[in-house]
């Protein structure tokens, strides 16, 4: 059986009487070469195990059984349980968690599942908790990699510089955590049911520190979201909720300035090195 073939994938869903849930995000891969080369790039092999999320029918899981010590799959769909077993038989290094990604103890599955062995994550993610999702995976601090399939525009949000368009409170928050960078492209018409906009692999290796030292955490996530909360706003303006009370409207220009900014700059323009300034400069202000 073939695990990517169209054929294969509806002969083997309608033994079980399986139907796709849109609610859940269930678009099943089709392209053999796509799990191939998602688990290729992870970063598994032999010395290492694998956790996945949303198996569906097991394309994915498959490929990381070939390169993996062992192989976790957390799935929240019961009824794809049946399907797995068939699908999955034959690999025997693989065990399948029910759960939803976004409220399980990662860390703990992971060390229940494979000790202090280092652990890569996998995931062809289903759209709708695909930020929450990456957040879990990040915030957990187990893995070595992160390695995910999202929709396009968001790997292209993620991933995107300081000054574009696409750039976001996620892309300052995915810089503090870990290093992007976006693999490859999966069209659309690589998926059955097909989506109506295509997917980017994105890999995410983790970091010990952010790339540039930040004073106050809680804070400089609070300027950040403050910064892009009101987009079409200057910096200045869009800082007076959070800073106003204590600094004023004249006190917010004086620190932009500063910081070496232009007074009617905004926020989308910021870097991570610039919000690490403006949080420094700021915590002086507020805290002295
Ligand atoms: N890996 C398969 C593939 O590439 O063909 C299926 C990917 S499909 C986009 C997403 C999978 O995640 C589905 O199997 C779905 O049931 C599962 N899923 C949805 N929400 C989940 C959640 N909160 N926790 C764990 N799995 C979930």
Redesign the pocket.
Known sequence: MEL?NIDDIRAVLGRHGFRF?KS??????TAAW??ARIAESCGVDEKSCAL??????????EQLSQRADKVCA????RA?FPVLEETLAHCSNVSIVQ?????CDLAGICREQFGDAPVYAC???????TTP?ISALLASGAFQAITV?VQKEVAERICAPAGTSEYSAFSVYIEYYAKAEILFDVPRDC?IPQPKVDSAVLRLIPRSQPPVPVRDEKLFFSLVKAAFGQRRKTLANALNPVLGGTLGKAGITQLITDCGFDARIRGEKLSFADFAALTELTYERTRA
């Open positions: 990517c849930s859940l995000g269930q678009n099943f891969l796509v799990p996945e999320v949303g198996p569906g029918m097991g394309c994915l899981t957390i799935e929240l769909d794809l759960g939803d990604v976004l409220k995931a062809n993610l289903p759209y709708y908790i999702a399939m998926f």
